[in-house]
Every structure is written in structure tokens, then in C-alpha cells.
């Protein structure tokens, strides 16, 4: 099975294997998940899940949106958190790390 992917003009557009969307919608919900603990992200993710998006993803997933939000108030509610993969400030990350990072320019 594939998915659709929608672009404007007369192109068309790329078949993209299901699966494939599918993980990267995962891959976009847990990093929201990961924004519900912090500060700086909290507000958009809240929203997030409340959106049409939230429910477009978990209808693609195959997922019941309803169970889909009352796990995750599960989840948040017993104090689980995920890392997620937002940039830290080179004050916050070990010197080997700012160090190697710096070494990619």
C-alpha cells in the first residue's frame, strides 16, 4: 500500500510506501510527546494533540484517537517523559560534546 503525497501543478506526485509515512508520523508524535516536558515546547505540543493534525496522523496510523489521547494523558499523567531531539545550548552540553560539534563546521 501506498500513500499520497500532495503537491500542486500538473507533477505527479510521488508514491511513498505506507509504512514509511506511517513511521515518520510516529517519529513526529513522540517528539511532541518529548516537547510535553519541556517548558519552551509544552504550549505547541498541547496543541498539537488537540488538532485535526493529531487526528489525521492517528487515522493513517490506524489508530481510535479517543484511546490514542487517554494513553497519553496516561502517560504524562504518571510522570513519564521521553528525550526528545531539540538543539541544546552549547552551555548545556558536555564539553566533549560542544567540542565534536564544533569539530563538524
Not at 508520523?25 to 498541547?46: H, K, N
Not at 489508530?63 to 502517560?75: D, I
Amino acid at each position: 500500500m501506498t500513500a499520497r503525497v500532495r503537491v500542486s501543478g500538473s507533477r505527479k506526485p510521488p508514491e511513498v510506501p505506507l509504512e514509511a509515512v506511517q513511521s515518520l508520523l510516529t517519529r513526529v508524535i513522540w517528539q511532541a510527546v518529548a516537547d510535553l516536558g519541556s517548558e519552551a515546547y509544552r504550549a505547541e505540543a498541547e496543541d498539537f494533540f488537540r488538532s485535526a493534525a493529531f487526528e489525521e496522523y492517528c487515522d493513517i496510523l490506524g489508530w481510535n484517537v479517543r484511546r490514542a489521547r487517554a494513553s497519553l494523558g496516561r502517560f504524562v499523567g504518571s510522570g513519564g517523559r521521553i528525550s526528545g531531539n531539540h538543539m541544546l545550548p552549547a552551555q548545556a552540553m558536555p564539553a566533549g560534546a560542544v567540542q565534536a560539534a564544533a569539530s563538524l563546521n
